[in-house]
């Protein structure tokens, strides 16, 4: 029957393309629904029109490190062009290609769970599929920008990460509400792009409050350097924009408003869950869908349901949920074949996934924080280390500030999280996510010998401050 497959995922974005890829591969047939864009929110509206936008700026920075070397001033139209290209200017044509040449068929509309095993799908024109699986049904919907009930703020329809990413103009004066990675790496975009004023309203005590707190500390210097507004301790009570489009001013709870040309609220996502039938299966509305660590949704008679990426609300990254894919794809085969494949599960999460915070300084952390190592009841010992005085930064330009820290399982003497901030700092964090992954000993890291000049001196850094 040709609306039967063994697996039939929900959304395709790079989680719910990487389960295709590997159920078809695991020799199982597969069917994805997509009612938007193949590559979802990551390729279009996220992580890569974000980094295009701010490739330039980083550059930039780096340049003005290096004497001997100037830049002129941003082409704000040919950085905009690059990510519009780099967007394939939200044409999806290549990606739906990739699906069918996996082989899986693509089809074009909104999915919803009809019962167990069918997926109802509706086109844009109204017509109704319904699609049978005889495996698996995975959920792989994403998420969306959560909107706080402050008065009059959706009434000012604000921007989200959807708008600024894709933005077609620099607004003058830009207020930001929310101190997490999209409002980091937002307003940095924003600024170094040309938004002559740009205010970031942080609710709690520093920036990005889920890594270790000088990581925060160092972006804020760099934002006061460049002239980015950030208020801590700043609640909104009140937004009001009269005109669509128009001014907008944001009252604070005390002290005189605030008034900007646009709004961007970056105050974290909603599991993509809503009218997508979940109750039709016994699960709750409105929540990330529970997982094990196979990928399969938990309390769902007869375990045929799966949810992988932001949707689940385990790790809301691509790589991340791509790992998370490449698991359930591989499950499903397995089960089907009658194979349960004890060993294939989800592991990384549990370690603290990888995550670069691409603003300058680069922020990356994997593993655990000190106070999540604390909090998780290991003895702990933490070792601190000044990145620019690492030989390799130096080079790298004048005024290299930035900061590594080691948080170590003393009982194992192995490594359970290491946090990067500074410049190029990125590239440095695979190392880590190794070392933290495969726990490897300290003293057999030691062996592991950087070269010289580079800024990855300084893990013998960490390693020599730690006592070896
Ligand atoms: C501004 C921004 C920058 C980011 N930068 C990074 C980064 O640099 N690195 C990183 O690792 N992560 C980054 N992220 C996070 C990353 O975008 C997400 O973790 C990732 O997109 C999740 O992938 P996903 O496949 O789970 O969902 P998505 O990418 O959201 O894809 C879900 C897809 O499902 C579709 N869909 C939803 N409901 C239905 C339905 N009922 N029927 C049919 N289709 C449906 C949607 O249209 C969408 O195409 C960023 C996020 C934002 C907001
Ligand atoms: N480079 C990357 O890896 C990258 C880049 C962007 C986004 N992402 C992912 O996307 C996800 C979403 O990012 P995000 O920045 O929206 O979320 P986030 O969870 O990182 O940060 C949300 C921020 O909003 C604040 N906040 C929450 N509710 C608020 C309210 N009512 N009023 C004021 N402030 C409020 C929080 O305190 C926090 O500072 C993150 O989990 C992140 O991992 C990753």
New binding site residues.
């Given amino acids: 029957m040709a609306d039967e497959f063994d697996v039939i995922v ?8 990487n389960v295709v890829d590997r159920a078809v591969r695991g020799g199982l047939t597969a069917a994805i ?11 279009y ?3 890569v029109p ?2 295009a936008l701010l490739r330039p700026i980083d550059l930039a920075a780096e340049v003005s490190r290096v004497p001997g070397l100037s830049l002129g001033p941003i082409d704000v139209d040919k950085v905009l062009a690059r990510r519009d290209e780099a967007v394939s200017g939200y044409d999806d044509a290549g990606q739906v290609r990739w699906v069918e040449s996996v082989p899986a068929e693509f089809v074009r ?4 769970l009809d019962g167990p095993k069918r997926v109802r ?1 509706t086109t844009d024109t109204g017509e109704e599929r319904v699609l049978t699986a005889r495996q698996a049904v995975v959920l ?4 969306t ?1 959560a909107i706080p009930r402050t008065p009059g703020l959706a009434e000012a329809s604000p921007w989200t ?1 959807h708008e ?2 894709a933005a077609s103009s620099v607004p003058e004066r830009l207020i930001v509400i929310g101190g997490g ?2 409002a980091c ?2 307003a940095q975009a924003m600024h170094g792009l040309g938004a002559r004023q740009t205010t970031v309203l942080v609710r709690g005590g520093r920036l990005l409050n889920r890594m270790e707190p000088f990581a925060g500390e160092l972006l804020a210097e760099s934002f006061a350097e460049a002239g980015i507004d950030v208020r801590t301790h700043t609640d909104v009570a009140r937004v009001e924009r009269p005109e669509p489009g128009g001014k907008v001013t944001v009252h604070l709870p005390e002290g005189p408003p605030l008034e900007a040309d646009e709004l961007l609220v970056a105050t974290g ?1 909603h599991p ?1 869950t809503r ?2 039938g979940l109750a039709s299966v016994g699960l709750p509305e409105d929540k990330p869908v529970e997982v094990d660590d196979s990928l399969r949704a938990t309390g769902v008679e007869g375990g045929w349901l799966y949810a ?4 689940n609300g385990r790790a ?6 791509k790992y998370q894919a490449r698991i359930c794809g591989d499950v499903i085969a397995a089960r089907a074949r009658g194979d349960e494949l004890p060993a294939m599960r989800d592991l990384a999460g549990g370690y603290g996934s990888p ?2 915070v ?1 603003t300058d300084p680069q922020i990356c952390a994997v593993g655990r924080t000190e106070e999540a190592a604390r909090a998780d009841g290991f003895r702990v010992r933490v070792v601190d280390y000044d990145m620019g005085s690492v030989t390799g930064a130096y080079l790298l330009g004048d005024g290299y500030r930035g900061k590594a820290r080691a948080v170590v399982d003393e009982d194992r003497k192995v490594l359970l999280g290491v946090t990067f901030a500074g410049p190029g700092a990125a590239e440095l964090l695979h190392a880590a996510t190794i070392a933290v992954t495969a726990e490897v000993p300290l003293d057999r890291l030691w062996h592991a010998v950087p070269s010289f000049p580079t800024v990855s001196e300084i893990w013998l850094r960490l390693l020599e401050a730690y006592g070896l």
């Fill in positions: 929900i959304g395709a974005g790079p989680a719910g393309e629904v997509e009612e938007r864009l193949a590559g979802g929110e990551c390729s509206w996220a992580c974000s980094k509309g909104r999915g919803r799908v792989a919907t994403g998420s920008a990460s600024v990413t990675v999209v790496e937002m996502r993509a009218n997508l992988v990426g932001d949707v809301l990254l691509t790589h991340m949920g995550q670069v691409f």
